[in-house]
C-alpha cells in the first residue's frame, strides 16, 4: 500500500493549486483519505478527508469555501482544489488513509502516510 502526493508549488496569495493523492495497493471504494499538512514551526494538522463509500467530505474551518476534496476512483486517486490561497496555507501537504473511516483528524487513526509536497504560497 502506497500512498503518493503531488502537485505542490509556489504560487501567489489568491492563486489556486491542485494537490493530487495517488494510491495503490487497494482500491479507494470502500475507504477513507485525509489531507493534512504542517507548516514550518507547527504541528501536523488535518486539512480535509472524504469517505469514498458515501463521498461525505469533512473541511478544517480554515479552509472551509477555499479548499474542495475530491476523488477519482477510475484513478484511484483524491485530490485537493485549492484555491484563494493565503500566506498562511505555506506547508508540506500529506495525504494518508483513515483505516476505520473515522472522518476525524486523529493522527493515530491514519496509515500509510506519503511523501508530502510543498505548497507555497508568497508574492
Known amino acids: 500500500v502506497q500512498l503518493q502526493a503531488f502537485g505542490g508549488g509556489l504560487v501567489q496569495p489568491g492563486g489556486s493549486l491542485r494537490l493530487s493523492c495517488v494510491v495503490s495497493g487497494f482500491t479507494l471504494d470502500y475507504h477513507a483519505i485525509g489531507w493534512f499538512r504542517r507548516a514550518p514551526g507547527k504541528e501536523r494538522e488535518g486539512v480535509s478527508c472524504?469517505?469514498?463509500?458515501?463521498?461525505?467530505?469533512y473541511y478544517t474551518d480554515s479552509v472551509k469555501g477555499r479548499f474542495s476534496i475530491s476523488s477519482d476512483k477510475a484513478k484511484n486517486t483524491v485530490y485537493l482544489q485549492m484555491n484563494s490561497l493565503k500566506p498562511e496555507d505555506t506547508a508540506v501537504y500529506y495525504c494518508a488513509v483513515d483505516l476505520r473511516a473515522t472522518m476525524t483528524f486523529k493522527l493515530y487513526e491514519y496509515a500509510c502516510w506519503g511523501q508530502g509536497t510543498l505548497v507555497t504560497v508568497s508574492s
Open positions: 472524504i469517505k469514498n463509500s458515501d463521498g461525505s467530505t
